[in-house]
């Protein structure tokens, strides 16, 4: 199916996202985005709040707007340095830095169970790993395509 671009009107441009996750407190997730992940706090409102490390901002909304376990990818310059950061700090890894056909990257979970991927350039001397998916089984790359551990 091939679409035609819509025809020019304004030019507006998309400055970029900013993903919402829901959690739980406030109080909680801060502590941990800011003391445990090296977010800083953009600026609060009752419930909702802005979070930023470097160009990756993070809306939190407590109680509201969105569901628990959503799943965010952030582009960084060096995932396994992060992995360093993160283990020395206590972050929840839920999987290592490992190398993909789209990247290398590793998941990290939030205290209400939001995850982020966070990845960067694959390693050219490391081969394909394994896969979390978001129940927690495992997924081998085996002759080009994906297979569900058993």
Known sequence: MRLDPAP???KTLFEGVNPILRIDSLTISLDYYVRTLGFKIQWEAP???CVSRDRCHLFLSEGDQGHRGTWIWAGVTDVDALFAEYTAAGARIRHPPTNYPWGREMQVADPDGNI????????????????LDMEGHRWDFIKGR?????
Do not use: D, M, N, Q
Request: proline share 4%; glycine share 12%; with cysteine.
């Open 146 to 150: 994906w297979h569900r551990e058993v």
């Open 47 to 49: 419930f909702f709040v």
């Open 8 to 10: 020019p009107i304004a």
């Open 116 to 131: 982020l991927r966070l990845g960067c350039e694959t390693k050219g001397s490391e081969a394909t790993g394994e896969w």
